[in-house]
């Protein structure tokens, strides 16, 4: 039974490390759109919509520097949003450099899961709970109904506004829009359910590697990790990321998709409707 317990827990624990270490090499995003802050590849949001989140997220970045984009895909196909979404963050390079200041908003519609992602420096700003709120009461119940346009439009008015306000400034691009939470109910288990298995998981595996095998294959774990991180070099190079031709703004660097390099540590929420 204890020879079983270790297999089991190696296995386990080589399948986390697999995963991590090729999911970057096997995963490609599409590249950026010219409309930069709503890129959808679903063709879902129409012109209008579009135009205005254009707007919000222009005056937003003239006047913060902070970078608040939209990305409507069909699927990640069965990678976990958080990965996926965190892995596009650092790739495109979505905030500066400096200041770590983006946001990202990710929809997949075949999948029916959202995913927000914070960088570092907008965590105070905008925290976990803040941003699993406004997407649940701003987002998710027009998402239900089918109407895309309002839901994404509430949202993008007010993470943009949290962060306009955390910079000390108004946008005028608000002033002319209208936006309404709907009522729902609030047993919002399913959102987070994802964010709290997984990390259970994970801890569950470490402390029986620890209380088992002493903690050796956490510490050939952690070293694949070092090494790997080495190996892929900068972001936004070479590998599944894409590079120039891509448009990317890649996690180090400015790009060319008109990001500047900020990266994000997986702070946000995610959850379904």
């Known amino acids: 039974m204890k020879l079983f317990k270790k297999v089991l827990l190696i296995s386990s624990l080589l399948l986390v490390c697999i995963y991590s270490i090729t999911f970057a090499a096997n995963t490609k995003f599409p590249s950026v759109t010219t409309n930069k802050y709503i890129n959808d590849y679903t063709g879902t949001i129409s012109k209008n919509y579009t135009e205005k989140i254009i707007s919000i997220g222009k005056e937003l970045e003239e006047k913060t520097t902070a970078q608040c984009v939209i990305v409507v895909i069909n699927s990640t196909n069965n990678v976990l949003i958080e990965k996926y979404a965190n892995e596009l963050f650092r790739s495109w ?139 892929r070099g900068p972001r936004g190079g070479g590998g599944g990321f894409g590079g120039g031709s891509s448009g990317f703004g890649g996690g180090n660097s400015g790009g060319n998709g008109g990001f500047g390099g900020g990266s994000s540590n997986g702070g946000g929420s995610s959850g379904s409707w």
């Not at 899961?113 to 987002?139: F, H, Q």
């Not at 994404?152 to 939470?181: D, P, Q």
């Open 93 to 231: 390079g979505i905030g500066t450099s400096e200041k770590n200041n983006g946001l990202l908003i990710l929809l997949a519609m075949d999948d029916r899961n959202w995913r927000v992602e914070v960088g570092k420096g907008l965590e105070g700003a905008v925290p976990d709970v803040l941003s699993n709120k406004i997407m649940t009461s701003y987002g998710k119940p027009y998402f239900r109904d089918g109407n895309y346009n309002d839901g994404l439009l509430n949202c993008y008015y007010e993470f943009s506004n949290k962060i306009a306000e955390e910079y000390g400034v108004s946008l005028t691009s608000l002033e002319n829009i209208n936006v309404s939470s709907k009522d729902y109910n609030n047993n919002n288990s399913s959102s987070n359910t994802s964010n709290k298995v997984i990390p259970g998981v994970i801890i569950l595996l470490i402390f029986l590697d620890i209380i088992l095998n002493r903690g050796r294959v956490c510490r050939t774990f952690l070293q694949m990790i070092i090494i790997s991180s080495h190996h």
